[in-house]
């Protein structure tokens, strides 16, 4: 399968008619991404695993064929936020240092450490004391002590991400789509109200930017986007355009006014778990049923396991999107669930917006992974050549291109208080 033929399919699962541009090959592709470059021991060649990068072409050209007036990016939003923050591939850790993958007696999982929290937790994980700053080393003990079911349970009580290697069912169709209530009229400019954080989700609001909506950015100052402790370039590069609508949603007013947004928005993102907004008094079904908004919900594992907290990397590792070197694992690219599930979501998001609204799109990280794995699994092996690596491809042989992030259009909006 190449980038042209999943485009195909993508639209006509969403229901939608168009002949999707030519795309690249899938190794041209792979190696044009900056993902490849990610792949692999940081002492060992660069490794094959072109599925990310057909993924992530299809997804991009049906929305080239939805706006076909556009400009949008290419398949290098793959190596974007490595380019920002200067990552490097780390083989069985991840690019950014904070989850790795472990083997277990009978398989391998993935262990993320992302939080300080999540150390703090690393005790109660091996039940056993941990000498400080060796988390890592108890962590990898334990699992190596465990089965991978009894480990991913023990971490999903304790809210640990912890993944085991291809967990989630093989599928090629992103999305669950459910139909709620009516459609409504779209506005000339559909508007989005984006309540997500870090990737995934600013990765879908931003998409939609390109596609000509209003997005307009909430936050809670109490608690803003982890992304904005990042690279300040990534995080332009992500909400450069939006509007920042600050709430103080520990009180009435900011958790009403919340509810009026969601209400008059054509779509709406969040990657919170169901109960944490149903505890706001937003309930997505409900709004989705009331005022036929389109609404994405990103999580880690899916709707159906709203217990289960995960990230781009360890999720990946969940929808078997590995490569191996040397008899184990290694991941591919950095956190790759992350843009390939936003660009997935905003083709969804667009679709709703198209076909009128009232859609629940459930987007889950390890299922855009699984559908990554399915895509293309096996391609050229690279070869050393002068001033880094190449593949064989039908241009010949072709360079590995290092990660590159496209210049943000402006500055993030800054975060206010509420009014």
């Known amino acids: 399968m190449d980038g042209q033929s999943h485009a195909a399919h993508l639209l006509r699962e969403l229901g939608l008619d168009g002949q999707p541009p030519r795309g690249d090959s899938p190794s041209n592709a792979w190696a044009a991404s900056g993902g490849m470059a990610l792949t692999g021991l940081p002492e060992g060649p660069v490794l094959t695993c072109p599925g990310p990068a057909v993924a992530l072409e299809g997804t991009l050209l049906a929305l080239r064929t939805l706006a076909p007036d556009r400009v949008l990016p ?69 699992v190596a002590s465990s089965s991978t079911s009894a480990a991913r349970e023990r971490a999903r009580l304790l809210g640990l991400p912890v993944a085991v290697l291809g967990e989630e069912p093989a599928t090629m169709t992103p999305w669950v789509v459910q139909r709620v209530g009516a459609g409504r009229e779209v506005r000339g400019r559909p508007r989005v109200v984006d309540l997500s954080a870090l990737w995934a989700g600013p990765l879908c609001a931003s998409l939609l930017g390109l596609l000509g909506c209003d997005v307009l950015k909430v936050e809670d100052p109490r608690r803003p986007d982890g992304a904005r402790g990042g690279p300040a370039r990534f995080f332009d590069l992500l909400h450069a355009g939006a509007k920042s ?17 969601v209400l008059a928005a054509d779509v709406v993102i969040e990657s ?49 999107l590995v490569a191996w070197t040397v008899g184990r694992p290694v ?89």
Not at 245 to 261: E, F, K, Q
Request: with cysteine; hydrophobic share 45%; proline share 5%.
């Open 272 to 320: 919170s778990r169901p109960r944490a907004l149903d505890q706001l008094g937003v309930v997505a079904e409900e709004v989705v049923a009331e005022a036929g908004v389109t609404w994405v919900s990103i999580t880690a594992h899916g709707r159906d396991q709203p217990d289960r907290v995960g990230y781009g990397d360890d999720a990946a590792v969940a929808g078997g």
């Open 245 to 261: 609508v600050p709430l103080d949603l520990s009180g009435a007013d900011g958790r009403r006014r919340l509810l009026d947004l």
């Open 331 to 419: 991941f591919v690219a950095d956190a790759v669930a992350d843009p390939l599930t936003g660009a997935y979501a905003a083709l969804a998001a667009w679709a709703g917006v198209l076909n009128g609204g009232g859609m629940l799109v459930d987007m889950s990280l390890s299922r855009a992974a699984a559908v990554a794995a399915s895509t293309v699994r096996q391609g050229p092996d690279a070869v050393a050549c002068e001033g880094g690596w190449c593949v064989s491809t039908d241009r010949g042989h072709v360079g590995v291109a290092a990660p590159w992030a496209r210049p943000a259009m402006g500055r993030a909006p800054a975060l206010r208080r509420p009014r």
């Open 74 to 142: 290419d398949v290098r939003l793959l190596g974007e936020r490595a380019a920002c923050a200067g990552l490097s591939r780390q083989g069985s850790t991840s690019c950014g240092r904070k989850t790795k993958l472990l083997a277990a007696r009978d398989g391998w999982v993935a262990v993320a450490l992302a939080r300080a929290e999540d150390h703090e937790l690393v005790p109660a994980l091996v039940e056993d004391d941990v000498v400080p700053g060796r988390e890592w080393e108890a962590v990898a003990r334990w």
